[in-house]
């Protein structure tokens, strides 16, 4: 079987495994063990086969292509094409190669020139990515099976009481949650093997839909439906872009199919009408964009030919000369931008960027494993994914907006973390900002620096999340001013979630050997220097991003001092805290390794960041024309930091970690050797202390400029509903009734009944006229026989005269 058919088959049933398992449970789940316990078997099962097939995926594709050569370079470069009908692979003429196969498992529907697929497109970002998905999942999932353990029985839901003050007891929805973590994974994998830009809409859905049923499993507590609503609400907001971008993608160029759109943004080579120019892999406007904008002409040209000889042909070759002329004049460019984005504003929404970011803190209502895999693998890492897979369609333009939001979320959430008292809405600040780093990076060009920072943070997010799991498990407070002192009673949970402290302030020793976050927020910052370096006036986004790094530490080990430090703030819940059993603390052991290691480059190349085998397969995935950089408008999105030039590392090796460093001598200061008084601290800045507090008051801004007036409005429209068109519709009905009341008493019960009681009476006194006939008397019946008898025969005699 030849290799593109082999990654296919193999990804297919990793991704379809977790729809068998939800399928499973749906049908069986309450059958399946004691209260539906085997459910959780079943889809850990599933997703740990999904992690053995990944692997094998991984296996053959380093097989094949090889890991320890970089894009440039690597003599396994060539892509076999042609292998089979529907697995393409294409090469730059400069000798380097895009990798990647790509086809279609089964055609939904053919309409004119829309071809609706379940197709694929696999590249080693493809499964890098369902390696990643499914090896984190499957560690929630072990993890999730001893946190859950409580659904298996009637539970008590303390924060809930009923009118008559009692708690809420309710049956167990231990199989339910299974069910749903199951979809979620198979919706994810969708996302990350999807061909085609409508199928992977689709699975943006169903990820949106899978994250409202588990935000929100906790049903009965209003905080729990109302964050499950805003979830779901606020991604509409972004979804409505992304299908304007959509409809820009599929009315000019006439396809939803990666390949053939990034051929056509991305061609190898690009004609005008006096000379062929080699522009490898450049950024061009499509011709269907050119004449998305120039209909008219089009129109002209096809005419002006329709009636020659190979008039049509000739029509075509006249067109695309002339598409080259408009596109000079920038027809069609809008178009571009426009698309870009529209997908790119449904990525704000997935990957809570601002100003779409309000929805993911309240997202902590849900259980903790399903924070762990929303802030790490699935949803908002969807976000990230979308915006790296569609870079090539993105002008220069749509990456400065990309960087500028990038940049606005990762400082924003930073300062709010700063403030938080509940652990989990620390970390979930602490996501929204490192999300604005890997929006950041991509949008000045730092293509692997941006994916890799979105891989090795889902490793350390979701350990971090899964550590303040374990800790609100042992304690049953969610709030770090009810912990201190934990470290004795949880020392591995202690010592797991430091590590992923370290790893996301990105520890490490420059020129030496750091933890995974050191390698990708290195990169980062090394980006957004030869960024800033290349248009001067945007240097104070780098600024920027490295006086987030060191925010980023100091609350992360404000975080880890308050609750695993110090003296404990609650004497009755320390004394019942304890470590979590098995099921619980081995996925974090597993996941700390993974935040160490998964960046860190060989022993024999420790200096060499770019060594690590991961950044390896990341750069065999670089799209088309991102090494190629480009300029517009004075914008200009330059290459890749050059790996073999060591300065610039260097210097963001350094800013990194001193920053990092600044950041935990701060929170040191504060919260361990507590040489500074916090309480001192938040009075002398007690406007921005509120500000922090508040969030911005970025949920008081759209309750008074969103929600207020769409509730305003809708009050306005039920009081037309009702006190217009309801009464109008009720007088109607009262007129119609009382028309035909009269209509009934003038017609019906007086001419027609009138009638018929007439008739009825008439005959009634006939009846009662011939009644007196009959007397009874025999002689008197007799003598009426006689007498008839003799007059019947005397007029018959008479007629026979």
């Not at 596109?327 to 449904?346: E, K, V």
Request: contains cysteine.
């Amino acid at each position: 079987m030849e290799l593109g058919a082999t990654l296919s088959t193999l990804l297919l049933l990793a991704w379809l495994l977790p729809l068998a398992s939800f399928g499973a449970i749906v049908l069986f789940g309450p059958r399946m063990g004691r209260a539906g316990k085997a459910a959780g078997y079943v889809a850990t099962g599933a997703i740990l086969a999904g992690v053995v097939l990944s692997l094998f995926a991984l296996g053959f594709w380093i097989g094949e292509h090889g890991l320890g050569e970089s894009l440039h370079g690597d003599e396994h470069a060539e892509v076999k094409a042609g292998e089979e009908a529907d697995h393409h692979g294409h090469r730059h003429d400069d000798g380097h190669a895009k990798k990647f196969y790509s086809g279609d498992w089964y055609t939904l529907a053919e309409f004119g020139g829309l071809r609706l697929t379940i197709g694929y497109y696999i590249d080693a970002l493809t499964v890098v990515m369902f390696c990643m998905v499914t090896l984190i999942a499957t560690c929630i999932h072990f993890y999730a099976m001893g946190y859950m353990h409580e659904e298996l029985e009637d539970v008590t839901d303390h924060e809930v009481t009923l009118a008559n003050g009692e708690h809420l007891r309710r049956p167990g929805r231990y199989h339910r949650f299974f069910q749903y973590l199951s979809l979620f994974c198979f919706s994810m994998l969708g996302i990350v093997v999807a061909g085609n830009i409508a199928m992977t809409f689709i699975f943006w859905e169903l990820v949106g839909i899978c994250s409202y049923f588990l935000i929100g499993f906790y049903i009965e507590r209003k905080t729990a439906s109302t964050a499950a609503n805003k979830a779901f609400i606020v991604n509409r907001v972004g979804d409505f872009g992304m299908i304007i971008g959509l409809m820009a993608i599929f009315g000019s160029l006439g396809t939803f199919h990666y390949e053939e759109i990034f051929a056509q943004v991305r061609p190898q080579e690009i004609y005008t009408p006096t000379e062929t120019i080699e522009k490898h892999h450049e950024l061009t406007v499509p011709d269907g964009m050119v004449w998305a904008e120039a209909t008219e002409r089009a129109g002209e040209i096809v005419m002006d030919h329709a009636g020659q000889e190979y008039g049509l042909e000739n029509a075509a070759a006249q067109m695309a000369a002339e598409a080259n002329e408009y596109r000079d004049q920038g027809f069609g460019y809008t178009l571009l931008i426009i698309a870009g984005l529209g997908i790119f504003c449904g990525c704000m929404g997935k990957s809570a960027q601002f100003p779409l970011h309000v929805w993911l803190p309240d997202a902590m209502e849900g259980p903790t494993p399903v924070s762990a895999l929303v802030h790490s693998a699935t949803m908002v890492a969807a976000g990230v994914f979308l915006t790296a897979r569609f870079f090539p369609v993105f002008t220069p333009e749509v990456l400065l907006v990309i960087a500028i939001v990038g940049t606005v979320t990762l400082f924003m959430a930073a300062t709010i973390a700063i403030t938080a008292t509940d652990i989990k809405r620390v970390l979930a600040y602490s996501t929204l900002s490192q999300l604005g780093y890997m929006m950041f990076a991509l949008g000045v060009g730092g293509w692997v620096a941006g994916v890799l920072h979105l891989i090795t943070h889902a490793f350390f997010k979701s350990l971090l999340f899964m550590c303040s799991g374990s800790v609100i498990h042992a304690v049953h407070s969610n709030e770090m001013t009810d912990m201190g002192g934990l470290l004795k009673k949880m020392p591995i949970t202690a010592y797991t979630m430091l590590v992923g402290c370290l790893a996301i302030i990105g520890a490490g020793i420059p020129l030496v050997i750091g933890l995974s976050g050191y390698y990708s927020k290195d990169a980062i910052l090394a980006q957004a220097y030869v960024f800033g370096e290349s248009n001067g006036s945007l240097l104070f986004l780098f600024v920027i991003a490295a006086g987030g790094a060191a925010i980023t530490a100091f609350y992360m080990f404000r975080l880890w001092f308050m609750t695993f430090l110090g003296e404990p703030r609650d004497k009755h819940r320390f004394d019942h805290a304890h470590e979590s059993p098995k099921v619980m603390w081995i996925p974090l052991v597993v996941l700390s390794c993974f935040a160490v290691f998964v960046a860190t480059p060989p022993i024999t190349d420790l200096f060499n960041p770019t060594a690590a085998p991961l950044v390896r397969m990341l750069e065999q995935a670089v799209p088309n024309g991102v090494a190629a950089g480009g300029a517009s408008g004075g914008i200009v999105i330059p290459a890749e930091a050059d790996s073999h030039e060591h300065t610039v590392h260097v210097l963001a090796g350094f800013i990194a970690f001193g920053t990092a460093m600044s950041g935990l001598l701060i929170a040191c200061c504060v919260y361990w050797w507590r040489l500074i008084n916090p309480d001192e601290v938040r009075a002398m800045f007690a406007p921005i202390y509120r500000f922090l507090l508040n969030k911005w008051w970025f949920d008081e801004l759209y309750d008074k400029l969103l929600v207020r007036p769409t509730l305003y409005i809708g009050r306005f429209i039920a009081w037309i509903d009702r006190g217009l068109i309801d009464w109008l519709i009720d007088n109607i009905a009262r007129w119609a009734r009382g028309f035909s009341d009269g209509f009934d008493r003038a017609i019906d019960r007086t001419l027609v009944d009138g009638t018929v009681n007439w008739v009825a009476r008439q005959t009634h006194a006939v009846g009662l006229a011939l009644r007196g006939v009959q007397t009874g008397r025999i002689r008197q019946y007799v003598v009426l026989i006689v007498v008839g008898t003799v007059t019947m025969f005397v007029i018959a005699f008479g007629l026979s005269k």
